[in-house]
């Protein structure tokens, strides 16, 4: 599962970094609190700005989905007071499978590719990778 937070340049912009740091410590604390029993040794793992990566143990694409919209709808919900302030964070969330070929970077490109369809489609909503079809262009490294 990829995570990424909308919008999270207007946070920086708007409010500073020291408020962007904030905003970043609260949504993975949010996300920490999403697991399932099933799903306790796994933590979400800072890559990137603002992206996070969830690594899923015996997960298939429902269980992701069930996952990646706990995961949304929580950070949804949550409100960060930032000086006089209250910040409504929203994010999109791409999930994908380990298929039988996959290698882990095509894992990641394919959930990598949900989250941009996420947010394509207008952000603050949840897409998995199972019916997207990696074309060449995808397979170059960003």
């Known amino acids: 599962v990829v995570v990424d937070i909308d919008n999270f340049k207007h946070v920086n912009d708007n409010y ?7 905003v970043l410590k609260q949504v993975a604390k949010q996300i920490n ?8 040794a796994y933590r ?4 990137g700005g603002e992206e996070f990566v969830i690594i899923l143990n015996n997960t298939d694409n429902e269980g ?3 996952v990646g919209e706990r995961i949304r709808k929580s950070v949804e919900a949550l409100k960060i007071s930032i000086e006089d302030s209250t910040l409504k964070i929203t994010v999109s969330v791409g999930a994908a499978s380990l298929l039988t070929d996959d290698s882990m970077s095509r ?6 590719k949900a989250l941009y369809k996420a947010k394509h ?4 909503r949840m897409v998995c990778a199972k019916t997207l079809k990696l074309e060449p262009e ?3 490294i960003k």
Request: aromatic share 12%; net charge negative; charged share 30%.
């Open 121 to 124: 489609q207008g952000r603050n």
């Open 107 to 112: 894992l990641f490109q394919r959930a990598d």
């Open 138 to 140: 995808d397979m170059l």
């Open 44 to 47: 979400a793992y800072r890559y």
């Open 64 to 66: 992701s989905v069930v």
């Open 33 to 40: 609190t999403c697991y399932r029993d099933s799903d306790a």
């Open 16 to 22: 500073g970094h020291a408020a962007g740091d904030e």
